[in-house]
């Protein structure tokens, strides 16, 4: 096995957080752009609400908090995605050899 290919093809959990944290793009790292485009139509608004400079609006506050639960989600399952993604290169250059 060519451990030069497989370590180019592998993900890091540090580049994973980077793009969470810059881009609020979770999905797009292992490469499921479908459910990343549907994160950021969904979650996108949501910030642009919190970090608005509000007009006194309080009645949204936790229908909004509830659309939160998602990103918080996502932030700790970034290292689980990222195992799974490895897992199947490994299986892949396994299956290969």
Do not use: D, R
């Not at 790292?29 to 608005?52: D, E, N, R, S, T």
């Amino acid at each position: 096995m060519n451990t030069n290919s497989l370590k180019a093809k592998l993900l890091s959990k540090q580049q994973a957080y980077i793009l969470f944290f810059i881009f609020q793009a979770p999905y797009a790292y292992v490469g499921k752009w479908k459910m990343q485009l549907l994160y950021w139509f969904v979650c996108l608004p949501i910030f642009a609400h919190i970090f608005m400079i509000s007009t006194g609006e309080f009645a949204s506050i936790l229908p909004i908090s509830l659309l939160l639960i998602w990103p918080i989600n996502q932030f700790f399952a970034i290292p689980n995605k990222i195992k799974k993604y490895n897992l199947k290169i490994y299986e892949e250059q396994i299956k290969s050899k």
